[in-house]
């Protein structure tokens, strides 16, 4: 009995060495995990934080905790990253681990994980190849683009003549703009201004711009179960979206009964061509290569039109003071005159213009937490241990907002970006379209876009405040996951 014994003690005293191993291991991995405020049952942090103004509790927080530090929404941890050090790190010198998408659960929702911007895995990769590659094909980066670009201006100036120096939100002709180049990338053409079609997708988009930093719309990425039952803002998203979906799925068939596959006419086209692709691919070789679907085009093709539209409305939402002004145009008066139109080659003549450009990007500080992150496997990072799928918030508000780089950070100052000899300074600091794997794929369009328009309209006006400068209030309006500008009109003063 005592023989029989013997093996059932040895084995439970390897058993209970094994346990006993692997929860030191956990513990020790636990403790050296980043430190962070004491979390609540469900809620979290919920109660530290302010959701009306999360980049300015974050930045409280790093204060006390370093710039690595936990928090938790909900039951959902987060790993947050303050700092230009700690965010180039990870984005830029570790950019393989931290390469995956967040899952904030209303994008989860809205997006359904599909497209460029909340994918993952193979399919990104694969869109964000495509996608780069259609663009180029398609002119961005190269003069047809900018053609677009220019003509689509030459509307927009036209448009703001009609105004007759009467307020106007200059938000709203923006808008309307930067819409019309990405429809005609992806869609193959623009609409006009006034438009029904046209203009109720923008307003379906602009709705969802406003409505994403409700407070019930904050609660669904902390309690998404419960809120998918409960009335509010984040249920009238999802009917926008639904409306969306339909408005590009309408225009997918028509591009379908059309496709030409030796000649396609734009993003769209090339799509459905390489969709077909791997649909023989699948067939003959067994290989599903491309791994989409109809869906990852439409919201695709909804990401890269809604993404550019909103930011750059939001550029100019902010004033540019009259001292600015006057340097900018006495650069174009001198670069490239009152008639001719704008070009990118431009730019490299104009530093203290393309230093505006720069400055109202940094300044306006639009995605304060960037999209939210991800590591794609366990990490250790600064000798801290993040396991696997762990959300990362890396704060662009505390790179573009850094003292030591832009003395004065809170004032909008060019000198930022310009040497003593009034030169153009480059600044790796300049993140406002994040950086490593997952910056944006339409950064070169928009960047474009900023300069062409921008000077265009200076060009040919004067803006004019309605309101004093002292009485004009550049806060955020709301300051959560994007930065939510006030309403602002302007007159456009003919030059």
Wanted: proline share 6%; glycine share 4%.
């Amino acid at each position: 009995m005592d023989l029989l014994g013997m093996p059932t003690i040895f084995l439970l005293v390897c058993i209970s060495c094994l346990l006993l191993f692997a929860t030191w291991r956990s513990i020790s991995q636990k403790g050296k995990q980043p430190p962070g405020p004491i979390t609540l049952p469900i809620v979290g942090n919920i109660l530290q934080l302010n959701p009306w103004n999360l980049p300015e509790s974050l930045k409280k927080l790093s204060k006390k905790y370093g710039p690595v530090f936990t928090i938790y929404l909900g039951p959902q941890k987060v790993v947050v990253l303050y700092g230009y050090d700690v965010v180039k790190e990870a984005l830029i010198d570790q950019a393989d681990d931290f390469s995956g998408r967040g899952n904030l659960p209303l994008l989860k929702k809205l997006l359904r994980g599909t497209g460029i911007v909340t994918s993952n895995g193979e399919t990104w990769k694969q869109l964000r190849r495509f996608a780069l590659t259609t663009l180029r094909d398609f002119g961005m980066g190269k003069k047809s683009i900018e053609e677009r670009i220019q003509e689509e201006a030459n509307f927009l100036v036209d448009r703001i003549r009609n105004t007759h120096e009467r307020p106007v939100d200059p938000g709203n002709f923006l808008v309307h703009a930067v819409s019309n180049i990405i429809c005609s990338i992806v869609f193959g053409d623009r609409f006009d201004y006034e438009d029904k079609k046209f203009l109720n997708l923008i307003e379906l988009l602009d709705e969802n711009s406003r409505l994403q930093n409700a407070f019930q719309t904050q609660l669904y990425n902390f309690f998404p179960t419960i809120m998918d039952y409960l009335p509010g803002p984040h249920q009238q998203m999802i009917k926008n979206i639904e409306k969306v979906e339909q408005f590009t799925s309408e225009i997918i068939a028509e591009h379908q009964a059309a496709l030409d596959p030796t000649c396609p006419q734009d993003f769209i086209d090339a799509f459905l061509n390489k969709m077909e692709q791997v649909i023989f691919f699948s067939v003959v070789a067994g290989h599903w290569a491309f791994a989409n679907t109809q869906e990852n085009l439409l919201f695709l093709a909804h990401q890269l039109h809604s993404t550019l539209s909103i930011f750059l409305s939001r550029i100019f939402k902010h004033r540019i003071n009259s001292n600015s002004q006057k340097k900018i145009q006495k650069e174009i008066d001198c670069v490239i005159g009152r008639d001719r139109s704008p070009c990118m080659a431009d730019r490299s003549q104009m530093p203290y213009t393309d230093a505006v450009v720069h400055e109202i990007q940094r300044f306006i500080d639009f995605l304060p937490l960037n999209v939210p992150h991800s590591v794609i496997k366990d990490t250790k990072f600064r000798n801290y241990f993040i396991p696997k799928d762990t959300m990362i918030f890396p704060m662009l508000t505390s790179v573009l907002h850094d003292s030591k780089e832009f003395p004065n950070p809170e004032k909008f100052d060019p000198g930022h970006f310009l040497n003593a000899n009034g030169t153009f300074k480059k600044s790796d600091y300049f993140m406002p379209f994040s950086a490593g794997k997952r910056i944006c794929a339409g950064e070169g369009l928009a960047r474009m876009e900023i300069f062409i328009f921008l000077t265009a309209i200076l060009q040919k006006f004067t803006l004019k405040p309605v309101v004093d400068h002292k009485d004009i209030d550049i806060s955020p309006l709301v300051s959560s996951l994007a930065n939510l500008p006030r309403p602002y009109e302007v007159c456009f003063l003919p030059r």
